[in-house]
């Protein structure tokens, strides 16, 4: 008999929303940003952070310009208790940053909670209790009654401690846990508990944290859920409404856009979507998908390599590659047609020269995050000729012709056959130099030429060449400098060329500018052949590029 694991398992029930609003709005403005990366984050590594640690990702908080940092667990041990108290008692927190802890809704807990931030200017207290059944049922063993119960006693304990310590500006705020797999009306009931003991006010709004703690649900489920809560709690101008997402379903941010567009005020996350289980809402690309769609985050990831850096060495884990705007791979595009695309993105940009970004393929701008155009493209067998190109342009300054980029473009894709891996840079000039006859001993080598004019204007072509190993002296008349050398080859060496395509251009600046030229040419058996010229002189690079057309024959 065929098992069904799925069997196992419920569809989550529709929130009765029929009139909901969301589906319809946009995110115009930034919320606010809590990082929880010291606390939620924390708690889901393998070996939390030190004091040393959780010092590095704070100052990094508060150089990107989080202004809200959930610092950690007070009540959890010794390491969290004296980082808190020592950040506290150091009064090198900003002015415009305000630290939260969390605590469970236990006096011993609060008690400790409280103490840790003795003499703060100013603080959150986040308490939380779980409240949907299935912690209900199987964690406390509690009803509805009980549960609730739980979350009055806890701020009581949390409006009597801090009017202990006026001394500090408190703030505070409340988490049903497990939100997102409760029944709306009984999250409602037990906030607006909450609410009567603390009694918030417009100056002073109680945050509500509606946490998706675990991801059960698609994120439009999510939105409805927030939208409802925000439309049926009372005093809503006495309520900032913040986000928790997880990212079981891997949906963590897809459901915080949505309930951002459902009204929420406030994101809590980590960066990098450290966290536990599959993570917390990942805030680096929440923030930057706003800012792709031009809304300003107000927090700066122009260092972003920088961050990745640190919150590695804090957490010990690695980023993926394709991780959202990160990612060591996510602006590098190895197939042909990508890469074709973006090249000419790029030259378009540049000539468009306005203040939009508009590039296939790249939703931002490389640059704004402070990374390099350098790792755009790279090139492996799934490469096309406009891949290759831009390597060469971008490594060495080379312009190739169209006809050329495809040639090469078959030297690159045999070698990258061949050796079945990615080719850099060097590999490219490597083929590009043996393509085209650049380097060792070949048939036809350069010594010196003179160039003169007959009296009738033509072009007199006189070259002292290497033939075979064989140094001797040809000349050419035609009315140029190329036709003189093409007619040199083909009354004094038999070579016959016929020119297609001519095409030259300056490399780089300065005293020890450059100058490259390109040939393409049929022979008289009607094969094409390429030949490249590199050289200080423009005329000298020309009749190097036909002498290479002729090694090629
Ligand atoms: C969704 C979240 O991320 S919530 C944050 C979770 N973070 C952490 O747990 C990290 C820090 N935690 C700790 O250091 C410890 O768990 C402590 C100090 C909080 C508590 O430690 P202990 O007292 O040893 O209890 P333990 O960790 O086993 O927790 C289970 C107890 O807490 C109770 N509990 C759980 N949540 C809550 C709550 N919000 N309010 C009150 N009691 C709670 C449970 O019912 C259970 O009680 P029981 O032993 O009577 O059955
Ligand atoms: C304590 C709460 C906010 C939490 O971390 C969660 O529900 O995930």
Redesign the pocket.
């Known amino acids: 008999m065929l098992r069904d694991p799925s069997v196992k398992y419920r569809p989550f029930p529709q929130i009765d929303l029929p009139d909901r609003q969301w589906p319809s709005k946009t995110i115009t403005r930034a919320p606010r940003w809590l990082s929880t990366d010291m606390?939620?984050g924390n708690?889901a590594l393998i070996d939390p952070m030190d004091s040393e640690k959780k010092q590095r990702f704070f100052d990094m908080l508060v150089r990107l310009g989080v202004k809200e940092i959930e610092v950690g667990?007070p009540?959890?041990?010794a390491v969290?208790f004296d980082f808190i108290s020592g950040l506290v008692r150091s009064g090198t927190i900003p002015d415009d940053v305000t630290i939260q802890i969390?605590?469970?809704?236990?006096r011993d807990?609060i008690e400790t909670s409280f103490k840790s931030l003795e003499g703060a200017p100013r603080a959150i207290v986040h308490?939380?209790?779980?409240v949907s059944p299935a912690w209900r049922k199987i964690?406390?063993g509690m009803d509805r009654q009980q549960i609730k119960q739980?979350a009055i006693e806890?701020a009581m304990i949390v409006r009597d401690e801090a009017a202990k310590r006026p001394e500090t500006d408190w703030s505070f705020e409340y988490?049903p846990?497990?939100f997102s797999t409760a029944e709306l009306d009984f999250s409602l009931e037990v906030c607006e508990s909450v609410m009567d003991v603390l009694r918030p006010t417009p100056e002073k709004p109680i945050i509500f944290n509606l946490?998706a703690?675990v991801e059960c649900a698609t994120p439009n489920i999510y939105a409805d859920q927030i939208e409802w809560f925000g439309r049926n709690i009372p005093n809503r101008d006495s309520v900032v409404i913040s986000l928790h997402a997880h990212n079981d379903r891997g949906t963590g941010v897809a459901a915080t856009e949505l309930g951002l567009m459902a009204g929420a005020d406030r994101v809590e996350g980590c960066l990098l979507g450290n966290g536990?289980r599959t993570g917390n809402v990942d805030l680096v690309t929440v923030a930057l998908n706003l800012y792709t769609q031009g809304v300003d985050p107000g927090l700066d990831f122009s260092d972003i390599d920088s961050v990745v850096k640190t919150v590695e060495y804090c957490t010990g884990i690695a980023t993926h590659p394709r991780q959202p705007y990160v990612g060591d791979l996510v602006f590098t595009a190895f197939s042909g047609s990508h890469q074709d695309a973006i090249k000419k993105g790029f030259v378009v940009q540049e000539q468009r020269n306005d203040q939009f970004w508009e590039v296939p393929y790249l939703p931002i701008d490389p640059a704004d995050l402070g990374r390099s155009y350098e790792a755009v493209i790279r090139v492996n067998s799934q490469s096309g000729k406009g891949g290759v190109a831009w390597v060469l342009e971008q490594d060495k300054g080379l312009k190739l012709p169209k006809r050329m980029q495809g040639d090469l473009s078959r030297h690159v894709q045999a070698l990258a056959d061949e050796n079945s891996r990615e080719l850099h840079a060097a590999d490219i000039w490597g083929a590009f130099q043996t393509a085209y006859h650049l380097e060792g001993p070949q048939r036809f080598m350069l010594g010196d030429y003179e160039e003169t004019r007959a009296s009738n204007g033509d072009r007199i072509f006189v070259g002292r060449i290497t033939v075979d190993g064989v140094e001797r002296w040809v000349s050419g008349r035609g009315n140029g400098l190329i036709s003189s050398v093409i007619a040199a080859l083909k009354e004094q060496c038999g070579i016959e060329l016929d020119v297609v395509d001519f095409s030259e251009h300056a490399l780089s600046g300065g005293s020890d500018a450059q100058a490259a030229a390109y040939v393409e040419c049929r022979t008289a058996a009607g094969k094409t052949v390429f030949g490249v010229g590199i050289d200080a002189d423009v005329a000298t690079a020309s009749v190097r590029a036909v002498l290479g057309a002729a090694n090629g024959v």
Not at 127 to 130: C, D, G, I
């Open positions: 606390r939620d708690q667990f009540s959890a041990g969290e969390l605590t469970q809704s236990r807990l308490l939380y209790n779980a964690v406390f739980i806890g988490s846990e497990t946490p703690t536990e």
